[in-house]
Structures are given as C-alpha cells and as structure tokens.
C-alpha cells in the first residue's frame, strides 16, 4: 500500500443510469484535504448534506449497498468505493445530483478509468494502515457464508462462491495486492441469475438493469412466454437464450467472472471501514449483508485495538517524573482541587499524568454518596491539570503563571470513574503554543479502558503582567 494519503489532481464528472431507481445521475468529483475521507454530498437536496462513506451509516444491502444519515440516502456505493480502494484515493467529495450511484457497466472499471484521466496525487499526510494482528472472523451458519480475516504485511482477498449451478460451478478469486486490483478485478461485471430478475423487479428493483450493464446466468431452460416477459422488462425486443448459460450469450470477460465480481463487492463494502488495513481476508460465498456486517465488526475491532494501543504504559514501581511536592510547584492548585497525584511522562508534546480515586475525596461525600461515580467535570479539570503541567514545565518561572480555561470542545465520557479506579492522562498538543494559547487533546484511561475525551483550549498568564496592566 502507499505510504501517504492521495486525492484526486482536478474536479472531473460521471454520469449514468441508477441499476435499481432507472434515474440518471451525475457525479462531480472534487478533490479533499488530507483526512477528510470519501463523502457524498447531495446538491438536489436543498441543504447539500454530506453523508461519509461509513459502513455505521449502511441501512439496505438489498442487492446493494446503501448509506443513511438523517433521511438522506446515498444507494448503490459498492463499485465506485471499490475503484476508489483500488487505486487507493483516500480522500475526496463527491456530489450528486440524485439518490443512487450510477451502475454503468456493472462493474468498477468505467470509475477506475475516470479517476485515472482525473489523476491522482499524493498528499504530504501518512495512510494510517491498521496492521491486524489476530484473526477475526463471521459466520452465518444459515446462508453458509464465512468471512475471514489473518494477519498479513499487506492486504490480500479470496472469495470463494458456489451456488450449486451448472453453469457457474465452484469458482473463487483472488486479489494478491491491492495495486493489481485495476488490471484483475475492476472489469468483473455484476450478475444474477435469470429466475431472480422477476423478483427484482416486482420488488421495485433493477429500473435501471440491462443486459449490457449486468450478466444474467440462465441454468434453466426458458419459455417463449419468459422470453417474451423478459423482452417486456429489458424493453428490447432482441433478447436471446441461445442454451443454458448467459442470457444474450454475452461474452464473459474473466472464466471466473462471477467469483472475480464478488471480490470487488468485498473490497467496496470493506472500503467503509474507513482505514486501510494489512489483512488476509478469505470470504465464502459472500454477499452485500455479510461484508457489512463484517465491516462494522472489523471496524470496531480496529477502534478498540488502537483505545488499548494509545493507552499510557504505567508502572507504579517506576519513580515519577513529578511527585505531588513538584507538581506543586508548577501549579497554584490545592487540596481539595488538586487532582493530579503524579506525572509519569512529560516532553514538548506529550504529558501523562496519574490520578488514585479514592473513596475519601471530598466530592463523593455529595456525589452519589450511595453509588460514588467521579464527576465529568472533574475528570475535565484533572486533564486540564495534567496539560497545564505541559507547558508550565517549559517556564523559567512557573510558579508566576496561572492557566485559564478557554474551551472544552468534543468532550465525551464513555464509562464511569469510581473509588478504587487509577485514572491514567495524556495529554497531546494538537499545535504550537502561541501567544499563550495552548490547545491539548486529552485521554482518560483505566486500565487499557479509555473513560473520557476532550479537546482543551486554555490560555497561560502571566500573573505579574496581568496586575500590572489592571493596575494601569
């Protein structure tokens, strides 16, 4: 995989029917800032929202894959995430102008080409590539479908499929690397098998469906009155069945089209994850319900490993870097309000501190006295103690500096702090000190547990200079 991130080079357009709303629609692709992701934006509606490429958002995978936020639905995605992952765009808006992603010719390759005549560029940020590093997996015992996923230094997918036809027979398909995804994968077209197009299409489905944007296995022998329906639905009037096999006895452009198509339905739908990941994935007989499913459980999995991977190491045997007698030093805080015991880690960027909750402070005598819980509020003022240590370190004399509150942007606590629990902080600069203006990420943990978060803005004043200027 590349090692940072890439958007496309200029603005550029798609068009083309929806397979199952029969609508055209355009597509305006834009170029974005690094970190911003794959978003679709609906300009029909009259407040354009943005709706991310996130499998949490997938509300049908009724033969597609289809996002929702707040009413507003984004159908048929798979294809077009599918040639955004292979050419590895991480980053870029695209518009459109009605509900549903053009279908094309049924297979990713006509997105591959147009992001190609696009360009793509790199960006100066790193790809943030989850390395799995256990095996994790999905079964649906009922459907016979298993999806699994082993550690790997890159990304490689299989897809095995067997739909007990004659004419399909046992397939499967492999993807080694993701840069041979354009050449081996993008061209393999969508298919169904002929007894299922009726049901789509009574269901309000496949008003956009064609023979030359779909394959259509036929593995039963058809009546002149099927036929005649089938001319009905298609609206033309030169629909074969010469035998048993491809409706039209259209030309298949792979042996293992089929299988090859099921890849490239995996590694769309698990472009909704929304971090690359070096992982081995094996899928039999996967569908649209099954690669999502699997992608929200990958998807945590990845959120939960990185909460454990970003929390502090704190080894109580270890002599701190500041005991309560030197943070005293560095901050005008007392007893009760006081809240940090110890800093364990401190550089330009980073500090971590240690707070023991005991059952004898003063806030749980009215705080839940029956259930002690550690207040928000408080967790808040121990990361700000924490990150105030941070910059107050640096100082040539700390103890004539006061820091100030200016905003608590993002905050959210995720488990309750209690008697007995040791909170671990870290704070992070998330830029340079300017002016006296400081703004800190801050993380509470305990154990590997993260139990809050919040984006901090504080300011350091000069204690001396302010008394002086109030004295003026």
Do not use: W
Request: glycine share 6%; aromatic share 6%.
């Amino acid at each position: 995989m590349n090692s940072f991130q890439q958007t496309i080079k200029q603005t550029f357009t798609v068009s083309g029917v929806g397979l199952h709303t029969g609508q055209v629609v355009t597509l305006t692709f834009h170029p974005a800032a690094a970190n911003h992701g794959v978003k679709f934006q609906r300009v029909d509606l009259p407040e354009k929202p943005i709706i991310p490429a996130d499998c949490d958002l997938v509300t049908s995978v009724d033969r597609g894959t289809t996002l929702e936020k707040n009413g507003v639905k984004i159908a048929t995605v798979e294809h077009l995430m599918a040639a955004l992952v292979g050419l590895q765009v991480d980053n870029v808006l695209i518009e459109m102008d009605g509900t549903e992603i053009p279908i094309l010719d049924g297979s990713s390759e006509p997105f591959i080409d147009a992001l190609e005549k696009g360009g793509v560029q790199e960006q100066s940020e790193h790809r943030d590539v989850f390395e799995l590093r256990t095996t994790l997996n999905f079964i649906d015992k009922e459907n016979g479908v298993e999806i699994l996923a082993m550690p790997s230094d890159h990304y490689r997918v299989t897809t095995m499929v067997d739909y007990k036809s004659e004419v399909l027979g046992q397939q499967h398909a492999t993807l080694n690397r993701v840069a041979e995804f354009k050449k081996e994968i993008a061209s393999a077209r969508t298919f169904c098998f002929l007894h299922e197009l009726e049901v789509l299409y009574d269901a309000g489905l496949i008003k956009g469906g064609d023979v030359n944007n779909a394959i259509v296995i036929v593995d039963k022998p058809v009546s002149d009155q099927q036929k005649a329906k089938l001319q009905l639905l298609f609206n033309k009037p030169d629909i074969t069945v010469v035998e048993e096999g491809i409706l039209n006895n259209v030309k298949l452009r792979h042996p293992n089209e089929p299988a090859r198509h099921k890849l490239l339905d995996v590694v769309g739908d698990l472009g909704l994850v929304g971090t690359p990941v070096n992982a081995n994935i094996i899928a039999t007989r996967p569908g649209h319900k099954s690669n999502i499913e699997f992608a929200k459980k990958l998807k945590a999995f990845i959120r939960k490993t990185r909460q454990h991977d970003n929390s502090p190491e704190y080894d109580p045997s270890k002599p701190p870097v500041y005991d309560s007698e030197g943070i005293k030093k560095l901050l005008p805080h007392r007893y009760p309000f006081l809240l940090i015991d110890k800093i364990i880690y401190v550089d330009k960027k980073m500090v971590v501190g240690v707070k023991n909750v005991t059952i004898n402070e003063e806030f749980f005598n009215g705080h839940f006295p029956g259930n002690p819980v550690m207040p928000g509020v408080l967790q808040i003022e121990a990361m700000a103690q924490t990150g105030g240590i941070l910059v107050l370190q640096e100082m040539p004399n700390p103890e004539d500096f006061d820091t100030y509150f200016l905003k608590i942007d993002k905050a959210k606590f995720k488990h309750k702090v209690v008697p007995g629990d040791t909170i671990i902080f870290k704070l992070e600069l998330l830029s340079p000190v300017r002016r006296g203006l400081v703004e800190m990420k801050g993380s509470a943990y305990v154990g590997n547990k993260l139990v809050a978060e919040a984006e901090l803005m504080a300011q350091i004043v000069d204690r001396k200079k302010l008394a002086a200027k109030l004295e003026h």
